[in-house]
């Protein structure tokens, strides 16, 4: 064997032994199990088989044995705990340190009545009925008290109940098991063995719906602010109780104990963070108020409120509010709200506001809002306002608006609004689109209608300079152009932009007619040093168009059209400048310019689509 090869065996071995030591080491004393054959035996003997069985030592005062009953005992493979409850009852309790198990005689039980303990201790195992697994994390409780406790890593419990009754029901409820449910006596102490039965899963249940039930009773939500012990009860627990009111300081530390995500209140009041079933009257929290459950009235939290139920009535938060069902009522955050479903009601936040379901009232946030689905409602953001699928109502952002399905109302932005199918609207900002329209109204700078609306380009003469392209864009009630126009001269080359807005008097098949003012301003060019005088010269001009259409793309355009000119003195020279003659109407020269109104019209050819 190499030397390689000795190392890897040796080092197998070592790891093997540590194993073993490392897992023996972590199982106390006190869960080693036993097997015994004993009658009649006197308590020292007893200790003594159970020390030569696991190699366990007790260390106890020889004197506790004193009075001690003989053992009689017939068990196989039971843990030395069990065991010890078998032999003294309640008599003796006992302490597992690393190997050693201390022994100490139990304090007589104190009696608040003749035969009525003031407390009854409650331990034993929990077991899975079909593979006899010890159950760790399985909850006990007592239903009227509210005391509850889990099961440890090995299945084992103890829970102190305090009761006025001759009996008691403990109940045994783990996930993924048939809850159950055990009369006791009231009396000093009882040792039980549990077996609980594994649930039988429907394997017809859509596995979409078993997501949906689990999600709504999951303990996910703010598990970062609530114990893990008390997530558990609560994912463990399909039982709920209710209560007419509560007090807590945090989590666990309250009337409902740790059984307090099952209980639903009345009225709750928590001091710094509250973790209840639901609340169905009013809550106020000093920093956090946490549901799993519904709702109502009114709740308020210092800085935050989280629900997994139904928000019915209002909501205040310092910060945020969650709710992941839907609300009807009013959402105030000084930050934020966030709703999963639908909104029925109003929400104002300083920044934001998301509902990702079905939006009926009003959302109010000086950053954004967001809907998810369809929208009965008013939205005004102080930069944007974005809704996933339809939109009726208004919405006003100082930036930017977005509908991306079906929008009915108006979008009034400062810069820019988008929207998919438009019925019935307005659009009004300094860009607007959308992806097709019916009775569209789109007022800005720049308006785009991708499929539908009114688009055409159109290349014409005019009586003042030769050459004219027009691009028209927006929707036949309202439409934006630009336009830019060239003439040549030898000596003095001149050209003009503008751009006006229009709309469309009538369609009758091939035939339409339309109304259009635009600005413009007129630029030449001054000898070598090529300079632009801007500003210079500048006009505006009506027009009224009748066109028809010649093929399936293609119309022929003819104008009338009025302008409105004012020329530096000193700068183009009007006569010099015109194609056709135009009909001045109006000439005067005052403070160094010349002004004119002229009649003319536009002879040119469209391309649609």
Same mark, same amino acid.
């Given at each position: 064997?190499?030397?390689?090869?000795?190392?890897?065996?040796?080092?197998?071995?070592?790891?093997?032994?540590?194993?073993?030591?490392?897992?023996?080491?972590?199982?106390?004393?006190?869960?080693?199990?036993?097997?015994?054959?004993?009658?009649?035996?006197?308590?020292?003997?007893?200790?003594?088989?159970?020390?030569?069985?696991?190699?366990?030592?007790?260390?106890?005062?020889?004197?506790?044995?004193?009075?001690?009953?003989?053992?009689?005992?017939?068990?196989?493979?039971?843990?030395?705990?069990?065991?010890?409850?078998?032999?003294?009852?309640?008599?003796?309790?006992?302490?597992?340190?690393?190997?050693?198990?201390?022994?100490?005689?139990?304090?007589?039980?104190?009696?608040?009545?003749?035969?009525?303990?003031?407390?009854?201790?409650?331990?034993?195992?929990?077991?899975?009925?079909?593979?006899?697994?010890?159950?760790?994390?399985?909850?006990?409780?007592?239903?009227?008290?509210?005391?509850?406790?889990?099961?440890?890593?090995?299945?084992?419990?103890?829970?102190?109940?305090?009761?006025?009754?001759?009996?008691?029901?403990?109940?045994?409820?783990?996930?993924?098991?048939?809850?159950?449910?055990?009369?006791?006596?009231?009396?000093?102490?009882?040792?039980?063995?549990?077996?609980?039965?594994?649930?039988?899963?429907?394997?017809?249940?859509?596995?979409?719906?078993?997501?949906?039930?689990?999600?709504?009773?999951?303990?996910?939500?703010?598990?970062?602010?609530?114990?893990?012990?008390?997530?558990?009860?609560?994912?463990?627990?399909?039982?709920?109780?209710?209560?007419?009111?509560?007090?807590?300081?945090?989590?666990?530390?309250?009337?409902?104990?740790?059984?307090?995500?099952?209980?639903?209140?009345?009225?709750?009041?928590?001091?710094?963070?509250?973790?209840?079933?639901?609340?169905?009257?009013?809550?106020?929290?000093?920093?956090?108020?946490?549901?799993?459950?519904?709702?109502?009235?009114?709740?308020?939290?210092?800085?935050?409120?989280?629900?997994?139920?139904?928000?019915?009535?209002?909501?205040?938060?310092?910060?945020?509010?969650?709710?992941?069902?839907?609300?009807?009522?009013?959402?105030?955050?000084?930050? +934020?709200?966030?709703? $999963?479903? =639908? /909104?029925? @009601? %109003?929400?104002?936040? !300083? &920044?934001?506001?998301? *509902? #990702?379901?079905?939006?009926?009232?009003?959302?109010?946030?000086?950053?954004?809002?967001?809907?998810?689905?369809?929208?009965?409602?008013?939205?005004?953001?102080?930069? +944007?306002?974005?809704? $996933?699928? =339809? /939109?009726? @109502? %208004?919405?006003?952002? !100082? &930036?930017?608006?977005? *509908? #991306?399905?079906?929008?009915?109302?108006?979008?009034?932005?400062?810069?820019?609004?988008?929207?998919?199918?438009?019925?019935?609207?307005?659009?009004?900002?300094?860009?607007?689109?959308?992806?097709?329209? =019916?009775?569209?109204?789109?007022?800005?700078?720049?308006?785009?209608?991708?499929?539908?609306?009114?688009?055409?380009?159109?290349?014409?003469?005019?009586?003042?300079?030769?050459?004219?392209?027009?691009?028209?864009?927006?929707?036949?009630?309202?439409?934006?152009?630009?336009?830019?126009?060239?003439?040549?001269?030898?000596?003095?080359?001149?050209?003009?932009?503008?751009?006006?807005?229009?709309?469309?008097?009538?369609?009758?098949?091939?035939?339409?007619?339309?109304?259009?003012?635009?600005?413009?301003?007129?630029?030449?060019?001054?000898?070598?040093?090529?300079?632009?005088?801007?500003?210079?010269?500048?006009?505006?001009?009506?027009?009224?168009?009748?066109?028809?259409?010649?093929?399936?793309?293609?119309?022929?355009?003819?104008?009338?059209?009025?302008?409105?000119?004012?020329?530096?003195?000193?700068?183009?020279?009007?006569?010099?400048?015109?194609?056709?003659?135009?009909?001045?109407?109006?000439?005067?020269?005052?403070?160094?310019?010349?002004?004119?109104?002229?009649?003319?019209?536009?002879?040119?050819?469209?391309?649609?689509?």
């Amino acid at each position: 064997m190499t030397t390689k090869s000795r190392f890897f065996v040796l080092f197998v071995f070592v790891m093997s032994f540590y194993s073993i030591c490392y897992s023996q080491k972590s199982l106390p004393a006190t869960e080693k199990t036993v097997s015994l054959h004993l009658a009649q035996s006197t308590p020292a003997q007893f200790l003594k088989q159970i020390s030569q069985q696991t190699n366990v030592l007790f260390s106890y005062n020889p004197k506790i044995l004193v009075g001690l009953p003989l053992v009689t005992i017939d068990a196989k493979n039971i843990s030395i705990q069990e065991a010890l409850y078998k032999a003294f009852g309640n008599q003796v309790k006992q302490k597992a340190r690393g190997n050693y198990i201390i022994l100490q005689r139990q304090a007589s039980a104190p009696q608040e009545a003749e035969n009525h303990p003031a407390k009854c201790l409650i331990q034993g195992y929990i077991f899975a009925k079909d593979t006899q697994e010890k159950l760790p994390k399985t909850s006990i409780y007592e239903k009227t008290t509210l005391h509850a406790t889990l099961s440890n890593e090995h299945g084992y419990f103890q829970i102190v109940v305090e009761s006025s009754e001759p009996e008691i029901t403990l109940s045994f409820a783990k996930a993924g098991y048939v809850f159950q449910s055990t009369a006791l006596a009231y009396q000093n102490t009882h040792f039980l063995n549990i077996q609980l039965e594994p649930k039988v899963i429907l394997q017809n249940i859509p596995s979409q719906d078993i997501a949906k039930v689990n999600a709504v009773e999951s303990p996910r939500l703010v598990r970062f602010l609530i114990p893990n012990a008390q997530a558990i009860h609560t994912e463990n627990l399909r039982e709920k109780f209710f209560r007419k009111a509560q007090i807590s300081f945090l989590p666990m530390l309250g009337t409902n104990h740790v059984l307090s995500g099952r209980v639903d209140n009345k009225i709750s009041f928590n001091a710094l963070i509250g973790y209840n079933g639901g609340v169905s009257k009013f809550e106020v929290g000093g920093l956090v108020n946490i549901n799993k459950g519904n709702v109502g009235k009114v709740q308020i939290g210092g800085l935050a409120n989280m629900v997994a139920g139904k928000v019915r009535g209002v909501q205040i938060g310092g910060l945020v509010n969650v709710a992941l069902d839907s609300t009807s009522g009013v959402q105030m955050g000084g930050l +934020a709200n966030f709703n $999963y479903k =639908n /909104l029925r @009601g %109003v929400q104002v936040a !300083g &920044m934001m506001n998301v *509902a #990702w379901g079905r939006v009926e009232g009003v959302q109010v946030a000086g950053l954004l809002n967001v809907a998810g689905k369809t929208q009965n409602a008013w939205q005004i953001g102080g930069l +944007a306002n974005f809704n $996933y699928k =339809n /939109l009726r @109502g %208004v919405q006003v952002a !100082g &930036m930017m608006n977005v *509908a #991306w399905g079906r929008a009915e109302g108006v979008q009034v932005a400062g810069l820019l609004n988008v929207a998919g199918k438009i019925q019935n609207a307005w659009q009004i900002g300094l860009f607007n689109y959308a992806d097709s329209a =019916n009775h569209l109204k789109q007022i800005g700078l720049v308006n785009i209608v991708r499929h539908g609306g009114y688009k055409n380009i159109e290349l014409a003469i005019q009586e003042t300079l030769a050459t004219t392209l027009t691009i028209r864009s927006g929707t036949p009630y309202f439409y934006t152009l630009a336009h830019i126009g060239i003439r040549a001269y030898p000596a003095r080359p001149f050209w003009h932009y503008g751009y006006g807005f229009g709309c469309r008097i009538f369609k009758r098949r091939a035939w339409e007619s339309n109304t259009e003012i635009m600005a413009y301003q007129l630029l030449r060019t001054l000898g070598k040093a090529n300079n632009l005088r801007v500003f210079e010269n500048f006009g505006a001009r009506y027009q009224l168009y009748l066109s028809k259409d010649i093929a399936k793309h293609f119309a022929v355009a003819l104008a009338f059209a009025c302008d409105f000119l004012s020329l530096h003195t000193k700068g183009l020279d009007y006569e010099q400048a015109k194609t056709l003659s135009p009909i001045i109407v109006y000439n005067k020269t005052a403070y160094e310019r010349d002004w004119h109104i002229a009649l003319g019209g536009n002879l040119g050819i469209r391309y649609k689509w």
